[in-house]
């Protein structure tokens, strides 16, 4: 089955700093990976996916870019906010079925 | 609200007792997913219907869970004689399958706690 490696477990930055979370995934015949953001006792958000015939996406400013070939992915955060702090999980997907998830990375933006 | 929705929100019980949890996914949706979630761990595959179809079931789900979507809407998760091991946030998710793909959108979660 699908196993997805994320790093780093947790992240501290200043506001205004960049941040950048990374997932690595094994299975080949993933095609989709979304990223959720979850707030302490809140569901799961997502918050931006990328699907495999594409290699960057970008929505203000949160980007996912996509590299098949070394089967991993990253999550980046331009301009931090202290509301950015949260759980970050990356996910991947087959056929847009089942996700599997990593293990979060715990992001802290402070003031 | 137009979101996923599930019921209880907390569930406190005693080893060996039963119980089930519900699943109102957003109303055009037609998957509906059920994940388990530890604390410090990202969610777990448990279950998934297609309409009122169970797909595909993860190895996590032992003999004493079962899970139902009678009319292809709202579903429902039992556990049957609990062990402090279930103790978990149950979390529902629903998307829309189509050729563009699925994105899946979370409920609240139940969160279960057995003593």
């Known amino acids: 089955g699908e196993n997805v490696e994320q790093h780093p477990s947790t992240l501290s930055v200043q506001e205004g700093d960049s941040a950048v979370i990374k997932c690595t995934y094994s299975?080949?015949?993933?095609?989709?990976f979304p990223w959720y953001k979850q707030e302490l006792g809140k569901r799961p958000q997502l918050i931006i996916d990328?699907?495999?015939?594409?290699g960057e996406k970008k929505d203000q400013r949160i980007a996912v870019t996509l590299n098949k070939t070394a089967k991993h992915f990253s999550l980046h955060i331009t301009e931090t906010q202290p509301e950015d702090s949260a759980v970050y999980f990356c996910?991947?997907?087959?056929?847009?079925?089942?996700?599997?998830f990593g293990k979060g990375t715990m992001l802290l933006v402070s003031p | 609200d137009t979101g996923v929705s599930q019921n209880p929100r907390h569930k406190i019980t005693k080893r060996g007792q039963n119980v089930t949890f519900r699943c109102d996914p957003i109303?055009?949706?037609?998957?509906l997913y059920w994940y388990r979630q530890t604390l410090g761990q990202g969610p777990e595959f448990l279950t998934y219907?297609?309409?009122?179809?169970?797909?595909?079931k993860s190895r996590l789900l032992s003999d004493r869970f079962s899970a139902e979507r009678p009319k292809g809407s709202f579903s429902t998760l039992e556990i049957q004689r609990t062990e402090q091991g279930d103790s978990a946030m149950y979390l529902c998710?629903?998307?829309?399958?189509?050729?563009?793909?699925?994105?899946?959108?979370f409920g609240p979660g139940t969160r279960l706690t057995v003593t």
């Open positions: 990328i699907r495999s015939n594409v």
């Open positions: 996910a991947a997907s087959e056929k847009y079925s089942t996700l599997t």
């Open positions: 109303s055009e949706h037609n998957r």
């Open positions: 998710a629903s998307s829309l399958v189509s050729g563009q793909g699925s994105e899946q959108y």
């Open positions: 219907f297609q309409n009122e179809a169970q797909l595909e």
């Open positions: 299975d080949s015949a993933s095609n989709y």
